[in-house]
């Protein structure tokens, strides 16, 4: 099984699949990280980010773990054996759940940010709506579905390098924007500690580290898969998102401390082509980061439908399911924009339970040996769960959108004000400063017909008393 497995997605060595690992992490979830660090403060920040990282890498050794004592090769074979079919159809359906719901975020990222970039620079006569889904077809058809049909994860581990490589670009950008404020003393101003930032941080940073869905996939793709190997490629793929997410944070936070850090750090960025074409860069790996995202959806719903796992399906059955994820996404995308109440509400129950809860019962269930890392790693998942749903909840009764959660639907929130992750997009900026001018423009007509009521009031008065004085 493990040799028709490793022929299905091609041998990958050890460092295209720290790659490949550390590329199913980070994403524009990185733009989200200096307002965490500005919520919970830059000491309390930073210990979260770590504990993040030490919680991650728990859960995938111990989602590795319970495989080879299952003598199984997929998370959802896994699951069939502790819990038999519910158990195997739990993981599917959380897994087409975050898999797809951030492949939605992403087309919707694309859709916000692209248009109101190319109208500053090419002058159109359709409307932004119409140049959305124009711009997001076009990366769906022409970039997203024909990556997604790379079945060798030796040719995707060369996506995985690039976008890597994009965001250590990304994090020096930062860093020269952060040397001003290192000189001029505006450090002075940053908080270290905040305990109420909780609430609205964990959730973000829990969901960026989530890589549980595609980890026996790499597994299984190594040429000589051992437990010892792929325990080295965890260690790896998430000291490097570690890093590139701590000194995203870190110098993002720096250089704008002086000011409120948005939940997209680009809206703190000044208007330039640096950084217009830094976005485009975000753009560009959410559209080549697809096939991460397709891969272990098509394996789920492959085996909810045809009970296919480990054997090869057809070329047909291969093609229809991958149209049928892309294409869902990207209508999706198109005909619901505001779609962050389902996105992070499937972040804050899917991925507790299946990232955080689920291997350590796994592996606590097929082990005799006590285990008290998987004793704690569940009753973390557990609270982690219960502090997203009330972060959800807090933000939508506080009317700060949806989502607790920075909406990432512009470069990850996705509706204006704030869209998975609450961001603030071009797109959602334009409409909100139409609606301003709205608004504004309806004030000046209500103030002018009561000046005119009132002056209209006082002729009157005043010719009722003439009438009076006159004999």
């Known amino acids: 099984l493990l040799t028709r497995a490793r022929k299905m997605s091609g041998g990958v060595g050890t460092l295209k699949g720290v790659l ?20 919970c403060g830059l000491i309390l920040g930073s210990l979260v980010l770590l504990l993040a990282a030490i919680l991650t890498l728990w859960s995938c050794k111990m989602l590795i773990m319970a495989s080879h004592l299952a003598k199984a090769l997929t998370y959802g074979c896994v699951a069939e054996t502790v819990h038999g079919k519910w158990g195997m159809f739990l993981v599917h359906i959380s897994t087409i759940g975050i898999n797809v719901g951030t492949a939605i975020a992403c087309f919707i990222i694309i859709g916000d940010s692209i248009p109101p970039i190319l109208t500053n620079y090419v002058t159109l006569t359709v409307s932004l709506v119409v140049l959305r889904t124009v711009v997001m077809t076009l990366m769906g058809v022409l970039v997203a ?5 790379i079945k060798d994860l030796n040719t995707i581990s060369h996506v995985s390098t690039f976008c890597i490589s994009f965001y250590i670009l990304f994090v020096v950008q930062l860093s020269i924007t952060a040397f001003p404020a290192l000189t001029d003393g505006s450090l002075e101003s940053a908080v270290l500690w905040r305990w109420e ?12 580290f989530s890589c549980q869905t595609l980890l026996l996939t790499v597994y299984t793709a190594e040429p000589d898969p051992t437990p010892r190997k792929m325990s080295f490629i965890i260690d790896a793929g ?19 401390c002086t000011a409120q850090v948005k939940g997209d750090v680009f809206a703190n960025m000044p208007i330039t082509f640096v950084v217009q074409l830094t976005r485009l860069g975000f753009c560009l790996t959410a559209a080549t980061s697809f096939p991460l995202l397709v891969l272990p959806s098509r394996e789920s719903i492959n085996s909810l439908l045809y009970g296919q ?22 209508l999706v995308a198109i005909l619901f924009p505001k779609v962050e109440v389902v996105l992070t509400i499937t972040g804050a129950t899917m991925v507790p339970f299946l990232c955080y809860m689920y291997p350590p019962i796994l592996l606590l269930k097929l082990s005799t040996a006590p285990n008290k890392k998987a004793k704690i790693l569940v009753v973390v998942g557990v609270l982690l769960m219960v502090l997203s749903v009330a972060s959800v909840v807090f933000s939508s009764t506080e009317g700060g959108g949806a989502s607790g959660l920075p909406v990432i639907t512009g470069p990850l929130n996705l509706t204006p004000p704030l869209s998975p992750q609450g961001v603030v ?43 009076r004085l006159l004999p």
Do not use: W
């Not at 550390?22 to 660090?37: E, T």
């Not at 701590?246 to 720096?254: N, R």
């Open 145 to 149: 579905f024909p990556l997604c049909l």
């Open 309 to 330: 796992v480990s054997l090869p399906i057809s070329r047909k059955q291969f093609v229809l399911t991958t149209a049928l994820i892309v294409g869902f996404s990207l």
């Open 238 to 256: 998430i000291l490097l998102v570690t890093l590139i997410y701590s000194l995203g944070a870190l110098l993002g936070y720096i250089s704008y």
């Open 197 to 208: 930032g909780l609430l609205t941080s964990v959730p973000i940073i829990s969901v960026t």
């Open 425 to 467: 997009t071009p797109l959602a900026l334009a409409q909100q400063r139409e609606h301003k001018n709205i608004d504004r423009n309806r004030r000046h007509a209500d103030m002018s017909a009561r000046s005119n009521m009132v002056v209209q009031h006082a002729a009157n008065s005043a010719d009722k008393k003439r009438h």
């Open 20 to 39: 490949n690992m550390a590329n199913s992490m980070i994403g524009v979830g990185i733009l989200a990280m200096p307002f965490c660090v500005q919520e």
